[in-house]
T-cell receptor, first 110, second 114 residues
Framework: DAKTTQPPSMDCAEGRAANLPCNHS???????VYWYRQIHSQGPQYIIH???NNETNEMASLIITEDRKSSTLILPHATLRDTAVYYC???????????FGTGTRLQVFP | DADVTQTPRNRITKTGKRIMLECSQT?????MYWYRQDPGLGLRLIYY???????NKGEISDGYSVSRQAQAKFSLSLESAIPNQTALYFC?????????????FGEGSRLTVL
């Protein structure tokens, strides 16, 4: 299973874009990149996923580099409610396992 | 009502006791998972099941067992609980095979082993 590396913490001002990086240099061709977030000790919440192309939904955008070795989650207008731990995960197409790392703790400040 | 329900939400027990954590889902998903989370750490996969007749070990299955009683129910057992199994446990479900299916998590079961 491919491993991911994320910075342990980041800060962002409310209303600004939050850009959360993730390295997954050992990712293989059949592995998707997923992002989840966990607010306090609640169950993780799905944000977005992608394979090769950039993706956007109502919550965020996902930018995947052409070599797929890294990606960036973008929250375009961060709010205080976006304060959470964000997990970048690679998911194996065949085994369907999601292996979480330690994530990035994003603090949004007023 | 929640789509993925875990019981109990909180449990305190003693070393050596048998504990069962239960998970039920109303999403109709075939795939179910049990994760464990320790303070300040990410989630680690304990066991997962792709259907009623399928059980697979995850990263940290030692000391745990599971039972898939029905499509909607997946139970995690600690036969003889020990203090280092004190953690927050999450059940999750998923629908799509292999590809782009998201996981839906329950609210967690906090277990304390004294």
């Amino acid at each position: 299973d491919a491993k991911t590396t994320q910075p342990p913490s980041m800060d962002c001002a409310e209303g600004r874009a939050a850009n959360l990086p993730c390295n997954h240099s050992t990712i293989s061709g059949n592995e998707y990149v997923y992002w989840y977030r966990q607010i306090h000790s609640q169950g993780p919440q799905y944000i977005i996923h992608g394979l090769k192309n950039n993706e956007t939904n109502e919550m965020a955008s996902l930018i995947i580099t052409e070599d797929r070795k890294s990606s960036t989650l973008i929250l375009p207008h961060a709010t205080l409610r976006d304060t959470a731990v964000y997990y970048c995960i690679v998911r194996d197409y065949n085994t369907d396992k999601l292996i979480f790392g330690t994530g990035t703790r994003l603090q949004v400040f007023p | 009502d929640a789509d993925v329900t875990q019981t109990p939400r909180n449990r305190i027990t003693k070393t050596g006791k048998r504990i069962m954590l239960e998970c039920s889902q109303t999403k109709g998903h075939d795939r179910m998972y049990w994760y464990r989370q320790d303070p300040g750490l990410g989630l680690r996969l304990i066991y997962y099941s792709f259907d009623v007749k399928d059980i697979n070990k995850g990263e940290i299955s030692d000391g745990y067992s599971v039972s898939r009683q029905a499509q909607a129910k997946f139970s995690l057992s600690l036969e003889s609980a020990i203090p280092n199994q004190t953690a927050l446990y999450f059940c999750a479900t998923s629908d799509l095979v292999g590809a782009a299916g998201e996981l839906f998590f329950g609210e967690g079961s906090r277990l304390t082993v004294l």
